[in-house]
Nanobody, 127 residues
């Protein structure tokens, strides 16, 4: 059974940094695209970043481009999200997700193409 476990969330002041990690088990990790999404209270879940199965291609939401970096270590079955210059509007629960291999190996912003989700980790940015 696929399991994704996120860690690294917390409370940080505006302008600060956090690094989220997501470790996968029970699924083929290498070669599978991975994504990060977030959901703020009262809002729909939104795309943040995604990375291809090999790590060679990444895609970001416009709102985080230049501030966030997604990366992966296939030897550790782990995907990371480095978040710099954090803003109060980045406050949300952050989820990692594993893409369905049937949709290819590139990262995508379409959450319906992801087949497994973590439980989420809270990120709170104070002003």
């Amino acid at each position: 059974q696929a399991q994704l476990v996120e860690s690294g969330g917390g409370l940080v002041q505006a302008g600060g940094s956090l690094r989220l990690s997501c470790t996968a088990s029970g699924l083929t990790f290498g070669g599978r695209a991975m994504g990060w999404f977030r959901q703020a209270p009262g809002k729909e879940r939104e795309f943040v970043a995604a990375i291809s199965g090999t790590g060679g291609r990444t895609v970001y939401a416009d709102s985080v481009k230049g501030r966030f970096t997604i990366s992966r270590d296939n030897a550790k079955n782990t995907v990371y999200l480095q978040m710099n210059s954090l803003k109060p509007e980045d406050t949300a629960v952050y989820y990692c997700a594993a893409k369905n291999l049937a949709y290819g190996t590139d990262g995508t912003s379409n959450l319906h193409e992801y087949v497994a989700w973590g439980q989420g980790t809270q990120v709170t940015v104070s002003s």
